[in-house]
């Protein structure tokens, strides 16, 4: 049965026609948490003598804030903007959404907020671009919604064609055509041996957040995310984390960024700044390190390791294997 909930839209932030903040005069609430979000991070940006020129630089972000227990979603596109005197801050377009069924949700939330994802950054762009007069443009976005089906079996046709399809080699190739260096033999183990203790322990954070690559073909871009959402997402069943989701929306050699931090501001910070992304981020694209360890003598991890070496392979059977190595299932 179909769940669609009607997203409706919020903005905040500094554009360049305005003097000061612009905000939607609805949902007032969503508005103080946004609010409160992005006052914090750029004070975390400010504390470096050349914030500037790295905020400048920094990419335009696909959003989201998810919850393993928690029933509401929050989604959006965020670009760095300022006012007509220069002052700089970012402009955000947004909205809050119900779940039902939030963990198995966030699996499939690159497929679910495609469409808003699209939408609001379209907004956005064309609010920031806007030189003189941007309130049609603002007005626009305060009367707009978006549908979103929230019902996370949805989606699951489409997610199984894509793993169907799709080989270890076909999106090793996607991948390095997108400007990554990865290799999936690398990067699936290291995945499952990083998340295993919070599956085991249950706790509610994670120190270090991951950092994963992304095609640059629009067509695939989401369901590779939604790949990544779905094999990370069954750790923390038993755990109540918040997940903090970026997605860098550009052409070329786009990136997700996942914060497992109850302080989203420290995870934003890091997707617009690289070099706290270095500090506060594992980059999972080739881990070499995962060599480095001891030749393991589990059966099934070996197992994993023949199969993710031969190239024909299928994502599905991968994702199968992949999940009964480092979930049991």
């Known amino acids: ?5 009607a997203a409706h839209l919020v903005y905040f932030g500094k554009v ?52 393993s227990r928690r029933g509401i979603a929050v989604a959006g596109h965020l670009i760095n903007s300022h006012d007509q005197s220069g002052r700089r801050f970012p402009f955000i377009t947004a909205s809050a959404i119900g779940v039902d069924e939030p963990l198995q949700f966030a699996a499939r939330a690159p497929l679910a907020l495609s469409r808003l994802w699209a939408r609001t950054q379209a907004f956005s762009q064309r609010v920031v671009d806007t030189p003189n007069d941007s309130t049609p ?92 959402m779905d094999l990370i997402t069954p750790f923390m069943a038993r755990a109540d984390l918040e997940m903090a989701v970026f997605i860098s929306a550009v052409d070329h050699a786009a990136e997700m960024m996942i914060g497992f931090e109850r302080t989203p501001e420290h995870t934003l910070h890091a997707a617009l700044d690289p070099a706290i992304s270095s500090q506060r981020n594992i980059r999972l694209f ?3 390190w995962i060599t480095d360890q001891p030749p393991s003598q589990d059966y099934d991890l070996k197992k994993l390791d023949t199969y993710l070496a031969q190239s024909s ?13 480092f979930l049991g299932e």
């Not at 990067?187 to 994963?212: E, F, I, K, M, T």
């Open 1 to 5: 049965m179909s769940q669609r909930s």
């Open 16 to 67: 360049p026609s305005r003097g000061d903040f612009v905000r939607t005069d609805h949902n007032h609430r969503l508005l103080s948490a946004i609010d409160d979000w992005l006052t914090q991070t750029m004070e975390l940006f400010t504390a470096d003598a050349r914030w500037k020129i790295t905020y400048d630089a920094a990419r335009p972000h696909h959003f989201a804030l998810l919850g």
């Open 137 to 228: 443009e603002l007005a626009r976005v305060n009367e707009a919604s978006v549908p979103v089906e929230v019902d996370p079996a949805t989606y699951t046709a489409q997610f199984r064609d894509f793993l169907e399809i799709q080989t270890l080699a076909s999106l090793e190739r996607t991948l390095r055509d997108s400007g990554h260096e990865v290799r999936l033999q690398h990067l699936l183990p290291a995945l499952g041996g990083l998340l295993q203790p919070v599956l085991v322990s249950g706790r509610d954070y994670l120190n270090r957040g991951l950092v994963l690559p992304l095609p640059d073909d629009p067509m695939y871009r989401f369901p590779v995310a939604a790949l990544w």
């Open 286 to 288: 080739d881990p070499e």
């Open 313 to 325: 392979g299928s994502l599905r059977l991968a994702r199968d294997m992949f999940r009964e190595v």
